[in-house]
């Protein structure tokens, strides 16, 4: 799973996360997503880059073959100080994930919880694993 800032990290080739994004384009990895979470990556790009490029890349990901596309039915409302995180932590627990990649603190409470498990790393710690 990519937050939203760490899929805006890896989207730029400027960016030294952009290894990120390009093992996603060659599927090294399958990215767990929601409508939300789709939703989310589409206004926040579109926001802070521009609708044009939001619209291309919510295109390639929905157009690959490695993504995983959930519908949680269940919401466990772990995350309290950015609820709006919780849509992340939903999506990894109902698609079992390995982890959700985040430079987000609000996450850092999950460290806590012993169940449901859900690791959270860094998107530096996730180049080490690409």
Known sequence: MLDTNSLIMAISSRNRYHKVWRAFLQGDYILCITNEIV???HEVIARNINKLVA???VYV?????????????FHFHLIEADEDDNKFVDCAI?????????????????????????????IDDFLKEL
């Open 55 to 57: 619209e291309a890349i």
């Open 94 to 122: 109902a698609a079992n994930a390995r982890y959700i990649v985040t430079e987000d603190h609000h996450f850092d409470v999950l460290k806590k919880i012993p169940f449901p498990s859900v690791a959270v790393i860094s």
């Open 61 to 73: 990901i929905l157009a690959r073959n490695n993504i995983k596309r959930l519908a949680p039915h």
């Open 39 to 41: 939703e989310e990556y």
